[in-house]
């Protein structure tokens, strides 16, 4: 017999309090961080895992590599998006990876010198209180709202699933 698991709707954002929560970060490397995974429906380990050569800006797009599944796929970039990453790129410089963070030397820990997964998760959790969300907000709470708001404005479901990498 199958387990059975509490069947719970997501939380989802308006696009207001998206876009509250996107002004109310105080880093530029934040307000990316949350512009992409809002705004291509990445999955946390996917926007830790973008690096400078998965950007096309000529073509607007982005080449998420081995997400979940070891899928690939192409998410389209706006052209607010772009700016701000270009605008981040000019002023960071990263090298590598698109977003860095501090190596971890620990053994067993990853080596990279990606960011972390808890420095997403916080900076997602910081701009929701910042932007006086009351709503239990995660990571993949930006997700959530990303396939929503496309569906509400009237995406079909297959290309959707597409984009989401399902």
Not at 21 to 40: N, P
Not at 48 to 56: A, E, G, T
Not at 77 to 93: C, F, N, P, T, V
Not at 128 to 141: L, N, S
């Amino acid at each position: 017999p199958s387990i059975a698991h509490e069947k719970k709707l997501p939380v989802v954002l308006s696009k207001q309090e998206v876009w509250r929560m996107l002004k109310a970060c105080k880093l530029l490397k934040h307000r990316i961080l949350i512009g992409l995974l809002y705004g291509c429906g990445l999955r946390c380990m996917e926007v830790r895992s973008v690096r400078l050569q998965d950007l096309d800006f000529d073509r607007m797009q982005l080449h998420v590599v081995q997400g979940k599944g070891k899928k690939d796929r192409l998410v389209p970039l706006s052209e607010h998006l772009i700016r701000g990453l270009k605008q981040y790129i000019e002023a960071e410089k990263p090298q590598d990876w698109l977003f860095h963070g501090q190596p971890d030397g620990r053994a067993g820990g990853e080596l990279d010198s990606r960011y972390s997964q808890r420095g997403v998760q916080w900076a997602v959790n910081h701009a929701a209180k910042a932007a006086g969300i009351r709503k239990d907000v995660h990571t993949h709470t930006l997700r959530h709202c990303y396939a929503t708001h496309l569906l509400e404005d009237g995406m079909d479901i297959l290309t959707l699933q597409n984009l989401l990498g399902h």
